[in-house]
């Protein structure tokens, strides 16, 4: 701590220029360096944010004394790797998803993170975007009533994406680094999915790029409570405009009420029963007036999007990293552990890895099977 804010360090400049972004604007934060291995990005990041330091050099920047906390931002491949020489430097974490690529390290990071008593939280942005925040808490309010089951996607012509060089390299997939958003976001409303079942398409446009993975997705995933969602996936062929369907989308399907929130939409569609009902009446007749019933609205928050989106278009996902290290820092100031933690990023990356055993053997796949099969249960 450094004048009573915690010094945070960024490794991987590329949509690490959120979290510079998000430290510089928070009372709980003080930047203390930041890392790539491209130098004239580290320049270009400095004068972007008028800031004067920064090294190449990754064993640098975690010999940093003054640094707590360190943000990893490069390529999905390394997280492994710098989580845990971040562990053993004796700082806390912050990675972005995908936290891991599958669990072949998973117990010995577990293991490393418990001894080293440091938080990894896993930057899983989308939960940390408003539409979604507000959809959240309605539900915790109870409006919808009991959850019935979710429908979650991410879809998104994200054939750009092809164009970063570990795009193409051995561990990239479309379901890790993109469908982990709407897989987490399931998880989140079901934290116990004991077994998933999945279909899904290599179109000839990945083929194109030289790439063998799904690009088109769809699943079931089935919670220990009974319940089960919807999870799809498309990203390589064209998708509607956002308006129509939200990149990334959310439904929560209620006895009393359905919402609808999501990426990158600053909008809730909701509709919910009416406290009371007219006398007797438990649904209404097909010639009723549905507003009698119940109340139907479509929440924004246009004044947010300077907030969420702070660099050209909607590239980048400052406001979500905002709220989620200002997050992070409360949390740690009153002795809790911030969620998604390691614990939490690592079942999700087992209902990932039983998806993808699910999608090559045309069965349904146990989760609890996957981490035991890995020790980590
Ligand atoms: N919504 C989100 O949470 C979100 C959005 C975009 C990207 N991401 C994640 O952020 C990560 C980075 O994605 P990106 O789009 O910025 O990729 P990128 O390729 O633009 O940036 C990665 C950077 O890491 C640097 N790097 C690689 N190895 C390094 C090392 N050993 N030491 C220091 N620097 C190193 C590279 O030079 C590069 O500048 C990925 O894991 C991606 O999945 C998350």
């Known amino acids: 701590m450094k004048d009573n804010k915690f010094v945070l360090g960024v490794v991987g400049l590329g949509e690490g220029r959120s979290i510079i972004s998000a430290v510089l604007n928070s009372e709980y934060y003080t930047l203390g360096n930041i890392c790539d291995l491209n130098e004239e990005l580290c320049k270009h990041r400095c004068e972007e944010f008028q800031f004067e330091r920064y090294t190449t050099s990754y064993e640098e920047l975690l010999k940093d004394e003054e640094i ?15 989580i845990k020489q971040a562990l053993l430097a004796g700082k806390h974490v912050i990675c972005t998803k995908p936290v891991l690529l599958g669990l072949e390290e998973a117990k010995e990071l577990l293991d490393c993170q418990e001894k ?24 915790e309010s109870g409006s919808l009533g009991e959850l019935v089951t979710l429908e979650t996607h991410y879809k998104s012509d994200a054939r750009w994406f092809l164009d970063r060089p570990w795009s ?18 399931a998880a989140w409303y079901l934290p116990n999915i004991e077994e998933v079942f999945g279909y899904g398409v290599v179109s000839s446009n990945t083929k194109e790029f030289g790439l063998n993975v ?10 220990k409570s009974g319940l089960y969602a919807t999870v799809e996936g498309s990203y390589a062929t064209p998708c509607l405009n956002k308006t129509i369907e ?36 438990k649904s209404y007749a097909l010639d009723a007036n549905p507003a009698d019933f119940f109340e139907e609205k479509t929440i924004r928050y246009d004044e947010k999007h300077p907030y969420y989106f702070r660099f050209e278009g909607e590239s980048h996902h400052a406001g979500e ?12 100031l009153s002795g809790g552990t911030p969620l998604p933690d390691l614990k939490e990023g690592v079942h999700t990356i087992a209902i990932m890895e039983a998806m993808s055993r699910s999608l090559h053997t045309g069965t349904p796949v146990k989760v609890d099977s996957i981490l035991s099969e890995y020790g980590i249960i």
């Open 68 to 82: 707590d906390i360190i943000g990893i931002y490069t390529p999905d491949q390394f997280h492994a790797t710098h």
């Open 116 to 139: 080293s008593g440091k938080k990894v939280f896993v930057g899983q942005s989308t939960r940390f975007f408003e539409s979604v925040l507000q959809q959240r808490k309605a539900y």
């Open 168 to 185: 193409k390299k051995a561990g990239f997939s479309w379901m890790y680094n993109f469908m982990i958003h709407a897989v987490d976001l």
């Open 214 to 223: 799904e690009d088109t997705l769809t699943f079931l995933v089935k919670d």
């Open 246 to 281: 939200f990149p990334i989308e959310c439904t929560l399907r209620g006895t009393k009420g359905i919402s609808r929130g999501g990426y990158s939409q600053l909008v809730m569609h909701q509709k919910t029963q009416k406290e009371i009902l007219p006398e007797g009446k």
């Open 321 to 332: 990293y905002q709220n989620y290290i200002d997050y992070f820092a409360e949390t740690l």
